[in-house]
């Protein structure tokens, strides 16, 4: 493992990378995906990268071939409605956390997704159910840990799904799938099973229902509205 020398200041392109530089890097290549900079094997190739990196630096190889590498920073991309209410959607924070040790913890039904949700099963089971959920940003990261533990995600048969990860004497088992919804979302199961297991695939017959532009128009027809 590297470990600087005391009093030695790590160049910018050392520094760890963060949730949110990488959710910012993911931002960069979905824009360029939709302009048609990337194909769609490209972008999923990058994002698996950017999930990965662990410094800045590794991080910016993805994008420095593109526009947005090279303009001044600048405003996310988009934002999602802030309070959009639905019936029966149960807010969360954009980092959510499921955690069961030596129980059993769920989340399912009608919910608002965040931009990365955490899952730990420690001698416990960990549901998350993803069918009925309510999308509001296109890419989703579930980062899932299991030590003698089970986690098991559900998502809708109409969404991507990829899985970066593995097994220690455990099983790490992901039904890799590609939406043929240019707008679906994608979910990234991100994770090890140590002596545990952590299975991801689709539930038949449940289709996403919050298409992510759907969530441009409501956010561009309440701005219109307002001016």
Do not use: C
């Amino acid at each position: 493992m590297d470990d600087p020398r005391p009093g030695t200041a790590a160049r910018p392109g050392e520094l760890r990378a963060s949730d949110a530089e990488r959710d910012r890097i993911a931002d960069i290549l979905r824009e360029a995906l939709a302009e048609g900079r990337l194909t769609a094997d490209e972008h999923a190739e990058r994002v698996e990268g950017v999930l990965s990196a662990k410094t800045v630096g590794e991080l910016e190889v993805f994008i420095r071939d593109l526009p947005a590498a090279h303009a001044r920073p600048a405003a996310p991309a988009w934002t999602p409605a802030p309070s959009r209410p639905t019936a029966g959607a149960i807010p969360v924070d954009p980092d959510d956390s499921v955690v069961a040790v030596f129980s059993a913890a769920a989340r399912k039904g009608r919910w608002r997704t965040g931009r990365r949700i955490h899952a730990y099963a420690v001698f416990g089971s960990v549901e998350i159910d993803l069918s009925e959920a309510l999308f509001d940003h296109q890419q989703v990261v579930i980062k899932a840990m299991s030590v003698f533990g089970d986690i098991q995600v559900r998502v809708p048969e109409n969404v991507s799904l990829r899985g970066i990860g593995g097994g220690v004497l455990g099983n790490f088992d992901v039904d890799t799938r590609d939406s043929t919804e240019a707008e679906a979302p994608v979910v990234y199961v991100d994770g090890w099973a140590v002596l545990g297991n952590i299975e991801a695939r689709p539930k038949r017959g449940k289709l996403v229902a919050d298409i992510l532009d759907r969530v441009h128009r409501t956010v561009d027809k309440g701005t219109r509205k307002h001016l």
